[in-house]
C-alpha cells in the first residue's frame, strides 16, 4: 500500500509564474490536508479539504493560493504569480474518515521560487 | 491561539546520553503527536498521547503528556546516531478539529559519536 504521494519533489519557479502541487492519498484515504514549513519552522496549516469540497482554508493566504480536490484525480495546491517568499517544503497529509484518525504525511514538495 | 513551544531548539549530544525535549502549549487540547523528520524527508508518527498521564515507550524514546501543566516530554535513553533527527511535537485543539494540528518548531537533535 504506497503511502502519501507528492509530485513534484522539488520544484523551480521563477517569481510571477505559478506552481502546481500534487498530492495522491494513500489509498482508502478521502481526507487532505496541506501544511507548509518555511525554513528552521514548524509546519503551519494551511488547507483541510474532502473530495470535492474545502472543509477548512483559515490557513491560506488570502490571494494567490487555491486548492482543490477533484472528485477523481489528486489534490492539486495552485500558487499563482510566485513571490520569493513562497519558497518552503509543502507537505500533504491524509487520513480516512471518522473520528480522531491518523494523519500520514507525504515526502512533501519543496518550492524555490527565483 | 494555540502556541505550541519545544525546547531546546538545538541539542547536541554523546552517544550513550539521556536527555529530554520539552513541549509546552496554551490551551487545553485533546491529543499530542511526536514526529521525526529526516533531513529532506517527511515525517514520520512516533506517538500520539491523548490523555493526561499517558506515556508510550519505543525503543529509546518515551514520550509523556501532562494536561494540566499543558506539557510533554521526549526523552531519549542512551542515544544512538540513528537517533539523529529533528523532531517536532504537534497538538490539535481540544474541542477543535483534529486534523487541525499546531507545530512546534522542532529540535534538531544531533547525536555523537
Known amino acids: 500500500n504506497a503511502g502519501v504521494m507528492q509530485n513534484p519533489r522539488h520544484l523551480v519557479r521563477r517569481r510571477g509564474q505559478e506552481a502546481r502541487l500534487r498530492c495522491s492519498p494513500m489509498?482508502?484515504?478521502?481526507?487532505v490536508y496541506w501544511y507548509r514549513q518555511l525554513p528552521e519552522e514548524g509546519l503551519k496549516f494551511m488547507v483541510y479539504?474532502?473530495?470535492?469540497?474545502?472543509?477548512?482554508e483559515s490557513g491560506m493566504p488570502k490571494e494567490r493560493f487555491s486548492a482543490e480536490f477533484p472528485k477523481e484525480g489528486p489534490s492539486i495546491l495552485r500558487i499563482q504569480q510566485v513571490v520569493r517568499g513562497d519558497s518552503a517544503a509543502y507537505f500533504c497529509?491524509?487520513?480516512?474518515?471518522?473520528?480522531?484518525?491518523?494523519?500520514?504525511f507525504g515526502q512533501g514538495t519543496r518550492l524555490t521560487v527565483v | 491561539e494555540l502556541k505550541v513551544e519545544q525546547n531546546p531548539l538545538f541539542l547536541s549530544m554523546q552517544e550513550g546520553k539521556n536527555y529530554t525535549i520539552y513541549c509546552n502549549y496554551s490551551?487545553?487540547?485533546?491529543?499530542l503527536y511526536w514526529y521525526r523528520q529526516d533531513p529532506g524527508k517527511s515525517l514520520e508518527s512516533l506517538f500520539v498521547?491523548?490523555?493526561?498521564?499517558a506515556v508510550k515507550q519505543e525503543g529509546r524514546l518515551m514520550a509523556s503528556l501532562d494536561t494540566k501543566a499543558r506539557l510533554s516530554t521526549l526523552h531519549i535513553t542512551a542515544a544512538v546516531h540513528d537517533l539523529s533527527a529533528t523532531y517536532f511535537c504537534?497538538?490539535?485543539?481540544?474541542?477543535?478539529?483534529?486534523?487541525?494540528?499546531?507545530f512546534g518548531k522542532g529540535t534538531l537533535l544531533t547525536v555523537n559519536p
Open positions: 497529509a491524509s487520513s480516512r474518515e471518522g473520528l480522531n484518525t491518523e494523519a500520514f
Open positions: 489509498k482508502g484515504h478521502s481526507h
Open positions: 479539504l474532502q473530495k470535492e469540497n474545502i472543509i477548512d
Open positions: 490551551t487545553t487540547s485533546d491529543r
Open positions: 498521547l491523548l490523555s493526561n498521564g
Open positions: 504537534a497538538v490539535a485543539e481540544s474541542g477543535g478539529s483534529n486534523y487541525k494540528l499546531t
